[in-house]
């Protein structure tokens, strides 16, 4: 028997804007299951490298896996259909779209037939959403926004969501809620890559975490390990 593949798995992945060259050589694997966090400096390619795994990136050199098969030249429309529920930083909601049909308009069954996430668990899951069903996309506000951008990728059924930025701008206890649902989605098996800025709670809220300089993994490890060696966390991410 051979090992189950990952869910995604990039090998010397390099990708360009114009003559620069941001990621160099960027090699990553994961899981089903796991939560893996994607740490690093503002402007050291974390962005960059979400958007080059799911094909939003042309200019890129590299092999992407996706679920075992070679998906480095598949248009992105596609790889957005093969179980990877995608929150971009700025959110990307239909602002013309009610909070309904947003959600509705994302729903499917996962790639194993999972149907685990429908449209009344995710408003159990965002009661605050259930109470703006009617309210358009650009009528919200920016948590709330999130809230229906996190809730789209669940109605998606995914194996793994990616989360850039979730809580960017957004008041306190509303970023007390995003984590709370981030630990939930990590409880209820489904894998995650996760960007934010505040690094201890990324540190807290997953496996491990690989640590992004200049378009480098500079450092990889256990979240637990990474979080106690305060030397390295202010060498890669102190400010
Ligand atoms: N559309 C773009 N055109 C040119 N350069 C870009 C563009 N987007 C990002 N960059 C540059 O690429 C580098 C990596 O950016 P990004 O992946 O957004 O970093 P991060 O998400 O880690 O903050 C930065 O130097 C940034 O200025
Ligand atoms: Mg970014």
């Known amino acids: 028997m051979t090992a189950p593949a990952a869910l995604i798995e990039v090998d010397d992945l390099h990708a360009y804007y114009g003559q620069s060259h941001v990621l ?3 090699s990553l694997r994961i899981e089903a299951g796991e939560a893996v966090g994607l740490l690093g400096r503002n ?6 490298l979400i958007r080059s795994m799911l094909r939003l990136m042309r200019a890129t050199t590299g092999r992407i896996a996706i679920r075992g098969r070679d998906r480095s030249a598949e248009r992105p429309d596609r790889v957005a259909r093969l ?3 995608y929150v971009p930083e700025g959110r990307g909601i239909f602002p013309n779209l009610s909070v309904r049909e947003n959600l509705l308009m994302a729903a499917r069954p996962g ?6 996430w429908t449209y009344e668990r995710v408003l159990d899951t965002f009661p605050r959403l259930a109470e703006r069903l009617h309210h358009g996309g650009n009528q919200l506000s920016g948590g709330e926004q999130q809230m229906v951008a996190i809730g789209r990728a669940l ?8 989360l850039d930025e979730a809580t960017e701008g957004l008041a306190p206890l509303i970023v007390k809620e995003i984590w709370r649902i981030v630990a939930g989605i990590r409880a ?4 995650s890559l996760v960007v934010d800025r505040n690094y201890r709670a990324v ?9 992004l300089e200049r378009g480098r993994v500079a450092l990889q490890g256990a979240s637990s390990t990474l979080g106690a060696d305060e030397q390295a966390l202010q060498a890669y991410l102190g400010v």
């Open 111 to 116: 790639m194993r037939g999972q149907t685990d």
């Open 83 to 85: 179980g990877i529920g």
């Open 24 to 26: 160099q050589g960027v």
């Open 43 to 48: 402007g050291m390619g974390k962005t960059t």
């Open 155 to 162: 109605m998606t059924n995914p194996d793994l969501i990616v």
């Open 188 to 191: 209820s098996g489904i894998a």
């Open 203 to 211: 540190l807290a809220h997953t496996d491990r975490c690989i640590v």
